[in-house]
Nanobody, 111 residues
Framework: HVQLVESGGSSAQAGGSLRLSCATS????????LGWFRQVPGKEREGVAS????????AYAESVKGRFTISRDSGKRALYLQMNSLKTEDTAVYYC?????WGQGTQVTVS
């Protein structure tokens, strides 16, 4: 079981940028299930982006393609989400995940 801690959530203006970080307690270099999710109150949690730690292959939700970039640093055991051109609809609690392990979430508010 991997422990995850997100950081970087904040308030931002539409059109701005934020970078989320996720520190993990265990190795991620061979994991094929690294990702970021988000949830708005009253709605289901949705996948935002995923990355294979070994190959670097990425996948994105249509709503964030071209604006968000997921990356990982296996040496630092960290996962990142660079969010550019933010929109008000990006407002949510963002969670990082390593397979079945989840972080506590970090709030992103775009106005």
């Amino acid at each position: 079981h991997v422990q995850l801690v997100e950081s970087g959530g904040s308030s931002a203006q539409a059109g701005g940028s934020l970078r989320l970080s996720c520190a993990t307690s265990g190795p991620i270099s061979s994991r094929n299930c690294l990702g970021w999710f988000r949830q708005v109150p009253g709605k289901e949690r949705e996948g935002v982006a995923s990355i294979h730690a070994y190959t670097g292959m990425t996948a994105y939700a249509e709503s964030v393609k071209g604006r968000f970039t997921i990356s990982r640093d296996s040496g630092k055991r960290a996962l990142y989400l660079q969010m550019n051109s933010l929109k008000t609809e990006d407002t949510a609690v963002y969670y990082c995940a390593v397979c079945a392990s989840w972080g506590q979430g970090t709030q992103v508010t775009v106005s």
